[in-house]
């Protein structure tokens, strides 16, 4: 049996072909030539200018009255008190409360039979207040996630802990809690005809939750441990509905009209066991008339027959950014909205690293140097993506702290976020550029021309993205920052999606159709494809 050697395989006499002395090799020649280094200065230039121009451009203005006089105020002024949840995160809290003081552990079982609405037509405001009518100057109609139902609260403190057992407008019975956390019970709309049996029960700091078709035989929804109960809480009845958001969405631009909406729930069969008052419910709109709290029209109740009917507006939700969050917003990751500019630089660089030698003559050197080339290869990719990571890192901690300096100063409240999602932004932000760089690498070697390299990988990783946010309708944009490289920079986004908030896939606002992990692995799947390609074409066609 013969063996054969590939020639690739082989080292000149008294050479090592080690990783090593390949890696420094690449670093040398990348030194070497000084147009490389300030393309990526510039590259992380451009990503800081854009990025802290843009928060510096944000401003927030409002318009108040004081002693008949009208006045104007812009930046903190403005901004109105958030409430932050049990998790640390900015809540919506406001609702219209139909409550009792219940002292330690009991129950609390309705019978909900109804669920109706009425919204703002886009153009229209609130024009109801304390007693009035909720639903004046409005058009029927029940948004997705109203709610109605029954809750166990804290207190009546925006933000206190809470477990609610609702009906919803569109996504059957949820038990919903502390804001963040959303689990689907029974399908279908309530009514009349289909009415839904809602119990919540508390033994100390836990919370069960069930629903029921008949009454009689009940399902375990979710358990819940609210940390920190006191010995009373306040339960009952609740309603809240929120904005109402009708996008329009096209090639070129979009409109969005919004304005409150409000919603009524009818419930009967109350029964509660355990330690509660024998007076009546006392009816509070949690949340309501305070300056730049989120949207709503008031509140009410009536109780009748042994029926009660609550009628509510706002929501019970974490705050997403966009036109729902009610109040001007900002993530951490709109600091960093120049990436895509710095990545033009950088997708450069990475090309021009491998082409150069191809245009020159002198990857045959390298390669004699070197046979093994997938060693060659790796170990350019390996200098490329190093260099653009620590690149891309020094321009996101740039970014971000001075950017998010000139948000708050100019009255935007960024939604907080834990420490370790910052530092995942960073690191996920310096990945993506990384990654990326190498992306462009391997399209070097797959195409070996400057011009042709550069084009491709400036067209499948930065041009998605501006379509996405400049020219796409929604539908459009979402699949190509599910499905091209653009899809990398989701790693950015800080303020996770929730199932229980309707949103707008807005990437300049924070928001990416793919989770942050998913989106990094589009473009990683993309970069390893090109990768592969690069590595067959380097070891089967000729230098």
């Known amino acids: 049996?013969?063996?054969?050697?590939?020639?690739?395989?082989?080292?000149?006499?008294?050479?090592?072909?080690?990783?090593?002395?390949?890696?420094?090799?690449?670093w040398t020649k990348f030194r070497s030539v000084r147009g490389w280094s300030i393309g990526l200065i510039i590259g992380a230039l451009l990503t800081i200018f854009l990025g802290v121009f843009a928060a510096g451009n944000a401003s927030v203005g409002c318009g108040s009255v004081i002693n008949g006089v009208q006045t104007f105020q812009s930046g903190k002024a403005c901004l109105p008190a958030i409430p932050l949840g049990p998790g640390g995160e900015a809540v919506t809290d406001t609702f219209y409360?139909?409550?009792?003081?219940?002292?330690?552990?009991?129950?609390?079982?309705?019978?909900?039979?109804?669920?109706?609405?009425?919204?703002?037509?886009g153009n229209q405001q609130a024009q109801s207040g304390p007693g009035g009518n909720p639903a004046a100057g409005m058009q029927k109609g029940l948004v997705s996630w109203a709610k109605a139902g029954i809750i166990i609260k804290a207190s009546t403190k925006q933000g206190s802990a809470y477990a609610a057992m609702t009906t919803t407008g569109s996504h059957g019975v949820r038990m919903q809690y502390n804001y963040t956390g959303d689990?689907?019970?029974?399908?279908?709309?309530?009514?009349?005809?289909?009415?839904?049996?809602?119990?919540?029960?508390?033994?100390?700091?836990?919370?069960?939750?069930?629903?029921?078709?008949?009454?009689?035989?009940?399902?375990?929804?979710?358990t819940v441990t609210l940390a920190g109960l006191t010995g009373t809480v306040q339960a009952g009845l609740f309603a809240t509905s929120p904005m109402y958001l009708k996008i329009s969405q096209f090639a070129g631009g979009g409109n969005i009209q919004s304005g409150p909406s409000v919603a009524t729930g009818t419930f009967d069969d109350i029964r509660l066991q355990g330690s509660w008052p024998a007076g009546r419910w006392t009816g509070t709109s949690v949340g309501a008339g305070q300056r730049g709290s989120y949207p709503d029209a008031g509140g009410d109740y009536h109780e009748a027959g042994g029926q009660v009917t609550v009628t509510g507006s706002g929501n019970i939700a974490?705050?997403?950014?966009?036109?729902?969050?009610?109040?001007?917003?900002?993530?951490?990751?709109?600091?960093?909205?120049?990436?895509?500019v710095g990545l033009i630089a950088i997708v450069t660089v990475a090309a021009l690293f491998v082409t150069s030698e191809y245009r020159r003559g002198l990857i045959r050197v390298t390669l004699a140097a070197t046979p093994r080339r997938g060693q060659?290869?790796?170990?350019?990719?390996?200098?490329?993506?190093?260099?653009?990571?620590?690149?891309?890192?020094?321009?996101?901690?740039?970014?971000?702290?001075?950017?998010?300096?000139?948000?708050?100063?100019?009255?935007?409240?960024?939604?907080?976020?834990?420490?370790?999602?910052?530092?995942?932004?960073?690191?996920?932000?310096?990945?993506?550029?990384?990654?990326?760089?190498?992306?462009?690498?391997?399209?070097?070697?797959?195409?070996?021309?400057?011009?042709?390299?550069?084009?491709?990988?400036?067209?499948?990783?930065?041009?998605?993205?501006?379509?996405?946010?400049?020219?796409?309708?929604?539908?459009?944009?979402?699949?190509?920052?599910?499905?091209?490289?653009?899809?990398?920079?989701?790693?950015?986004?800080?303020?996770?999606?929730?199932?229980?908030?309707?949103?707008?896939?807005?990437?300049?606002?924070?928001?990416?159709?793919?989770?942050?992990?998913?989106?990094f692995g589009v473009l990683c799947a993309w970069t390893a494809a090109a990768l592969a390609l690069a590595v067959f074409l380097l070891r089967r066609r000729d230098a």
């Open 1 to 26: 049996m013969t063996t054969t050697v590939r020639p690739e395989r082989l080292a000149p006499p008294g050479q090592a072909n080690g990783f090593g002395r390949s890696l420094r090799a690449e």
């Open 97 to 121: 409360f139909v409550r009792q003081p219940l002292n330690g552990n009991g129950s609390i079982t309705v019978r909900a039979t109804s669920l109706t609405g009425f919204h703002s037509n």
């Open 183 to 222: 689990t689907a019970g029974l399908p279908g709309l309530v009514s009349a005809t289909s009415p839904r049996w809602l119990r919540l029960t508390r033994a100390g700091d836990t919370i069960s939750g069930y629903d029921s078709l008949d009454g009689k035989h009940w399902n375990l929804v979710r």
């Open 318 to 340: 974490p705050v997403v950014p966009g036109p729902g969050s009610g109040f001007p917003s900002a993530t951490v990751d709109q600091t960093l909205v120049g990436i895509f």
């Open 376 to 519: 060659v290869l790796a170990a350019k990719a390996a200098v490329a993506g190093l260099v653009s990571f620590v690149v891309g890192l020094v321009a996101a901690i740039v970014c971000m702290t001075f950017g998010l300096q000139r948000l708050g100063r100019n009255g935007l409240y960024v939604l907080p976020v834990s420490a370790f999602t910052d530092a995942r932004v960073l690191v996920g932000t310096a990945a993506t550029v990384a990654v990326t760089a190498v992306f462009a690498l391997a399209i070097g070697v797959i195409f070996r021309r400057s011009a042709l390299a550069v084009t491709t990988a400036i067209v499948t990783v930065v041009l998605p993205f501006l379509l996405a946010v400049t020219v796409l309708p929604d539908s459009a944009a979402n699949w190509v920052l599910r499905l091209t490289p653009a899809a990398g920079l989701a790693v950015e986004q800080s303020i996770p999606h929730y199932s229980q908030v309707a949103y707008i896939s807005q990437p300049a606002g924070g928001q990416y159709p793919l989770p942050p992990l998913a989106g």
